[in-house]
């Protein structure tokens, strides 16, 4: 039988004990985005939004502080961030004397920008602001419910996707909290929420369901999954409008949430239950 101290389990990890920007890990968008067909002409807008729940630093006579921080990588910047080094880079805060609130702000935002390449927007909310945050679901028909036989756990099969029989128009919403991939790094879970919303002719759920469902096995980045899920039912279904906006579980006390859509404009942040 192993014993705790023979395994991975209480390992001390090294973290940064002073605050240093080249911990960030830039990873460019377009070798995978070539994979899928889609070159510098983007064809969505969309974003990345990472919500951070463990950033503290020590103000100016060196008293902790916290907050909650929300970062918005635009997806046209041709970096995405790896998830562990924004958390350490974050973490490396821990011992940092900041004047104020917006000093902190300002260098999150300068030093993330240059990582990805492009503007990124932040906003921190502290800890006299936490009472005023709610849970908030996405909003559309849960297809969770759907009864089905399904076998196929990847990879990512867009053979699934289809029109429903009388594919009438439609503008709908529909949800599934069922999507689940691997990290590409760690071979960890992924979890998330996704809800699609359209306009064209109507989708049969249960080939999206099973559509969703081929993710389980397959290691991808958050965001390139968005862009998969994005470009597969743009090409199968054709709809004249579309968004696909998943809400990721958090790890390393960070949540992502890319949002890919075919129109501009700003997605809201809702932090769902299981975030």
């Known amino acids: ?81 790896e998830s562990k080094s924004f958390k350490l880079y974050l973490n490396s805060f ?28 932040v906003a921190l909310t502290r800890s006299d602001g936490f009472a005023q945050m709610r849970l908030a679901e996405l909003d559309g028909e849960v297809i969770d419910g759907l009864a089905l036989d399904i076998d196929d756990y ?3 099969n867009p053979q699934h996707l289809r029109l429903a029989a009388d594919a009438r128009e439609v503008e709908e919403s529909l949800v599934c909290h069922l999507l689940k991939s691997n990290c590409p790094v760690t071979g960890q879970p992924d979890w998330a929420s996704v809800q699609i919303r359209y306009a064209g002719p109507r989708i049969d759920r249960a080939g999206w369901l099973r559509y969703l469902v081929s993710f ?13 899920i994005y470009m597969d039912v743009r090409r199968c279904c054709t709809p004249a409008r579309l968004s696909v906006y998943a809400r990721y579980t958090r790890r390393g006390g ?12 700003d997605p809201p942040n809702p932090r769902s239950a299981r975030q």
């Open 94 to 121: 821990n011992r940092e004397r900041m004047h104020d609130v917006e000093a902190l702000r300002t260098r999150l935002a300068r030093d993330v920008s240059m990582a990805a390449g492009a503007d990124v927007a």
């Open 216 to 228: 389980r096995d397959h290691a991808e980045f958050h965001e390139q999954c968005v862009e998969r």
């Open 1 to 81: 039988m192993i014993k705790p101290h023979d395994s991975p389990l209480g390992r001390t990890a090294a973290y940064p004990d002073r605050y240093d920007p080249a911990l960030l890990f830039a990873i460019p968008r377009a070798p995978s985005r070539a994979a899928l067909g889609i070159g510098a002409q983007l064809p969505f807008h969309g974003v990345d939004i990472w919500n951070a729940y463990e950033l503290s630093w020590l103000d100016a006579r060196g008293k902790p502080e916290v907050a909650l921080a929300q970062f918005r990588v635009p997806a046209a910047s041709p970096n995405l961030i």
């Open 254 to 265: 960070l949540d992502i949430n890319p949002w890919r859509c075919d129109r501009a404009h």
């Open 154 to 156: 990847g990879p990512p």
